[in-house]
């Protein structure tokens, strides 16, 4: 996966704090989305959003018993999921983190190469939260 062009960000907190990502290709463009709730959630909301009814797989795990959104379909492919920290006014942004519970899937390394790039100026190596 060469990523060509820039990531959109959808929902990046202005204020600070922790939240989780979801780094996907949609339409063949990258894409973060970013949240405070499980990551399927944001999966989903995203592409409902999009008008995308995604295949669902059934998640059975020592926290929840649910449907998920398949990793990939029609127009999206999931690339990356984990968390990120953000401090605006102190221009300060953990790259993403982790690990999904959900889907078990860490942080795209190239995506947080483009995110080092998009963050220009900020601090990205070791942020102090």
Same mark, same amino acid.
């Given at each position: 996966?060469?990523?060509?062009?820039d990531i959109?960000?959808?929902d990046l *907190?202005?204020?600070? #704090?922790e939240f @989780?990502?979801?780094?996907?290709?949609?339409d063949?463009k *990258?894409?973060?989305?970013? #949240?405070y &709730?499980y990551?399927s959630?944001i999966?989903? @909301?995203?592409?409902?959003s999009q008008?995308?009814q995604p295949?669902?797989m059934?998640l &059975? #795990?020592?926290?929840?018993e649910?449907?998920?959104p398949?990793?990939?379909?029609?127009r999206y492919?999931?690339? #990356?999921m984990g968390?990120?920290?953000?401090?605006?006014?102190?221009?300060?942004?953990q790259?993403?983190y982790?690990a999904?519970a959900?889907y078990?899937?860490?942080p795209?390394?190239?995506?947080?190469e483009?995110l080092r790039?998009?963050?220009?100026g900020?601090? &990205?190596?070791n942020p102090?939260?």
């Amino acid at each position: 996966m060469a990523l060509e062009q820039d990531i959109k960000i959808i929902d990046l *907190p202005a204020n600070n #704090g922790e939240f @989780s990502v979801v780094q996907l290709l949609f339409d063949g463009k *990258p894409v973060m989305l970013c #949240g405070y &709730t499980y990551h399927s959630e944001i999966l989903g @909301s995203y592409l409902r959003s999009q008008r995308i009814q995604p295949e669902k797989m059934e998640l &059975t #795990g020592a926290f929840r018993e649910v449907e998920i959104p398949i990793l990939e379909g029609p127009r999206y492919k999931v690339v #990356g999921m984990g968390r990120a920290k953000i401090n605006p006014k102190r221009k300060q942004f953990q790259l993403p983190y982790d690990a999904s519970a959900d889907y078990g899937i860490g942080p795209s390394w190239e995506f947080r190469e483009k995110l080092r790039e998009k963050f220009q100026g900020w601090n &990205t190596e070791n942020p102090n939260f």
